[in-house]
């Protein structure tokens, strides 16, 4: 009767939080205390709740009761095929607060957010160039380590050798134009940069 009611008797000690069931309750102090009685046979994951792992056990079955009755796509659960019945209905709930753009996932808006804010997180580990999305910088990455691979010498020999005969080219062209020295070193012309960033762009007037 205390759903009808509206009746909560049983509040977390912790954040306040009341429940009509002392089991809802049980359920709720998982939250807080991290356990996660229910583990896959599979691969180990543990879940707070039983039906939690039901959903979980699905990646590994293949199991997808969700069907789009639009497009026939089936989906493990009832909430991805909620987001993906927005591709038909056009609905778009996530808005902008700085420019009303609008988006059908919590995920893309908080990725368009970065627009405004500048943040770039994924960063390129060869050049140390930063990107805002991170399909954009794994693109990048294959590129730049390519660029690298190319132009990297084959012994150090050969870097030394390489030096030697461009030199003269070199100190003629630092008298022309402002050399940016630094760490990072142009294996082909011994020209010297400052970040990694900027010897890659130098690499591909070379390429």
């Not at 356990?35 to 792992?53: A, D, I, M, Q």
Request: charged share 25%; glycine share 10%; hydrophobic share 25%.
């Amino acid at each position: 009767m205390r759903k009808h009611s509206g009746e909560r008797p049983h509040e977390c000690s912790e954040c306040g939080k009341a429940f009509s069931q002392a089991g809802s309750l049980a359920k709720h102090m998982r939250v807080h205390s991290g356990e996660r009685p229910y583990k896959c046979t599979t691969c180990g994951r543990g879940f707070s709740e039983s039906g939690h792992l039901a959903v979980h056990m699905r990646v590994h079955s293949g199991e997808r009761p969700y069907e789009c009755s639009t497009c026939g796509k089936a989906f493990s659960t009832s909430g991805n095929l909620a987001v993906h019945m927005r591709v038909h209905s056009g609905e778009r709930p996530y808005k902008c607060s700085t420019c009303g753009k609008a988006f059908s996932q919590s995920s893309h808006l908080a990725t368009h957010m970065r627009v405004h804010s500048g943040e770039r997180p994924y960063e390129c580990p060869t050049c140390g160039k930063a990107f805002s999305v991170s399909s954009n910088r794994t693109k990048h990455v294959g590129g730049c380590k390519e660029i690298a691979k190319r132009q990297a010498p084959e012994s150090d020999t050969e870097s030394d050798s390489s030096e030697s005969d461009f030199s003269e080219s070199n100190t003629a062209k630092s008298n022309s134009m402002p050399v940016d020295m630094g760490p990072h070193k142009c294996w082909t012309c011994g020209e010297a940069f400052s970040t990694m960033g900027n010897l890659i762009v130098h690499l591909r007037a070379h390429n």
